[in-house]
Structures are given as C-alpha cells and as structure tokens.
C-alpha cells in the first residue's frame, strides 16, 4: 500500500471550516482513501472514504484531486470535540483485510474557541 | 450495540508476569486485529485474525501469542512481559471481503499497560 503524508498539526477556530490535506503521490489505481480519527486516549475512528469521486457522510467530505496524488478532508463547521490526530491512509481495495495498513503519525487537529 | 470491547482498560505488570489481554466483537466481523500505539509511531499490527482458527503475524509480533477460537473473541497474550511491551493496545475488527465495504476498521478503547 502506498504512504502518505500530511502535516503534523493544523489549528481551526471553532465555527470554521477545517481543511486537512494528505499526499499520497504513489497511490495505485486499486488503492482507496481512508481517514480515521483519534480522539485523546480512544481507539480511532472511522470518518470517510473515496476511490476517485468526492464523498460526503454525515461527518466530512472528502476531496479527491483528479490525478489522485491528494485529497482533502473538510470538517464543514469544526467543533472543540473535533480536536484530534486524523489519519489518513490508502488501502488497495483487493487487498481483501487490512494487514498492510500504514499508520503514519497523522496530523494533531486543535480546535480553538 | 457493544462493538468492539477491550479488558482490562489499565495494567501494571511486572517483568515475566503473564497476562491475557481480552477482546471481544458483537458485528460477526472475520476480520479481528492488535495493534499497539506508541509515542511518536503510529500504530504497529502485532497479530491478525481473518477468521476463527486462523492467526498470522503483523509487523511486531515477538513476545505476544493469539489464539481465535471463536468469531466474536481474539485474546492477546504476554508470556513473559518486558517493559518494551509498555503500550498502548488496540483491538480492531473488520469484514474481511475485498471492496471498500471490507475495508472499515472498528477499534475498541484500548488498554493502557504499563511493565515495571
């Protein structure tokens, strides 16, 4: 599975949109994008997904750029409980279990007042 | 719904004691993993499961043991602790189809271990 890079931390006032970006210029064809999210002392959390199109749920949308060397993941409205290390991670979608899975040290998001 | 439930959630061994660390899922999922976490790394795969009766190693397995007899359980087990093995442990599951469905990972809360 291809590796990934962000930055180590980001700072986003309350209210505002938070924009996490993620490199992952050697990613195949076969390869998804994940983000997970690691609140203080949890077990992550899955937020959002995408092969190629741009995807919404319930938590974050997610932005593909159509080579597929970046994404984007956008909290639309960040609050103080979305401060937390986000993890994003490509999965070759044949793979068939998680084993291969590189877990960098992710991004540490703070959410400001 | 429970998920994924880890025991205990704190342990404080001493160096060689044994110990068993539990987890347990309520989604049917084949796919059950451990992980630890540790300052400044990111999470490291110690063993998986793809399913009861089956086990293989991750990328550091040395000084852990696991079993999987059943589909819902998958213990971790410390034969001999050593305070390398202070930690933090993640057991994780998932389907284990190919796809992007297959692919979510749940994680329980995690055990804090400390070997004095």
């Known amino acids: 599975d291809a590796k990934t890079t962000q930055p180590p931390s980001m700072d986003c006032a309350e209210g505002r949109a938070a924009n996490l970006p993620c490199n992952h210029s050697?990613?195949?064809?076969?390869?998804?994008v994940y983000w997970y999210r690691q609140i203080h002392s949890q077990g992550p959390q899955y937020i959002i997904h995408?092969?190629?199109?741009?995807e919404t749920n319930e938590m974050a949308s997610l932005i593909i750029t159509e080579d597929r060397k970046s994404s984007t993941l956008i909290l639309p409205h960040a609050t103080l409980r979305d401060t937390a290390v986000y993890y994003c991670?490509?999965?070759?979608?044949?793979?068939?279990?998680?084993?291969?899975?590189?877990w960098g040290l992710g991004t540490s998001l703070a959410v400001n007042p | 719904n429970a998920g994924v439930t880890q025991t205990p959630k704190f342990q404080v061994l001493k160096t060689g004691q044994s110990m068993t660390l539990q987890c347990a899922q309520d989604?049917?999922?084949?796919?059950m993993s451990w992980y630890r976490q540790d300052p400044g790394m990111g999470l490291r795969l110690i063993h998986y499961?793809?399913?009861?009766?089956?086990?293989d190693q991750g990328e550091v397995p040395n000084g852990y043991n696991v079993s999987r007899s059943t589909t819902e359980d998958f213990p971790l087990r410390l034969l001999s602790a050593a305070p390398s093995q202070t930690s933090v442990y993640f057991c994780?599951?998932?389907?284990?189809?190919?796809?992007?469905?297959?692919?979510?990972?749940?994680f329980g809360s995690g055990t804090q271990l400390s070997v004095l």
């Open positions: 994780a599951s998932s389907y284990s189809g190919k796809g992007s469905s297959g692919e979510k990972l749940f």
């Open positions: 989604m049917n999922h084949e796919y």
């Open positions: 499961s793809v399913g009861a009766g089956i086990t």
């Open positions: 050697t990613i195949s064809g076969n390869e998804y």
């Open positions: 995408g092969l190629k199109n741009n």
């Open positions: 991670i490509v999965r070759d979608r044949n793979a068939g279990n998680n084993r291969k899975l590189i």
